[in-house]
């Protein structure tokens, strides 16, 4: 199983931007799906999950702001991110778990790439 985040560049405050996980060597339809993103020093968040069956959480401070979404026909989830602020500057990940839903960052050993988000005016 492979992970490829994208989507990443530099926003304004205020500014929106999508991000897209795809995953080879399986069917997403059979996982959960979870975005988490990391600031330099500090841990590995998990900020919004869904399950295989569209049911979807968020951490506090992006909800409102962020969609996880999914598309199995395209083995893809997304992430659309609005209202953007300088806080959200992080690199972003995404990974899958057989689970219902996705555990935190430090359950898992194989991550894909992330993709870098820099929010800045």
């Known amino acids: 199983v492979q992970l490829q985040a994208s989507g990443g560049g530099t926003v304004q405050p205020g500014g929106s931007a999508r991000l897209s996980c795809v995953l080879s060597?399986?069917?997403?339809?059979?996982?959960?799906v979870g975005w988490y993103r990391q600031v330099p020093g500090k841990q590995r968040e998990l900020i919004a999950g869904?399950?295989?069956?569209?049911?979807?959480n968020y951490v506090e401070s992006v909800k409102g702001r962020f969609t996880i979404s999914r598309d199995n026909a395209k083995n893809a989830a997304y992430l659309q991110m609005n209202n953007l602020k300088a806080e959200d500057t992080a690199v972003y990940y995404c990974?899958?778990?057989?689970?219902?839903?996705?555990?935190?960052?430090?359950?898992?050993?194989?991550w894909g790439p992330g993709t870098l988000v820099t929010v800045s005016s």
């Open positions: 990974n899958v778990d057989y689970r219902v839903w996705v555990g935190p960052a430090h359950e898992y050993e194989h």
């Open positions: 060597g399986n069917d997403l339809k059979f996982y959960a």
């Open positions: 869904m399950t295989s069956g569209g049911s979807s």
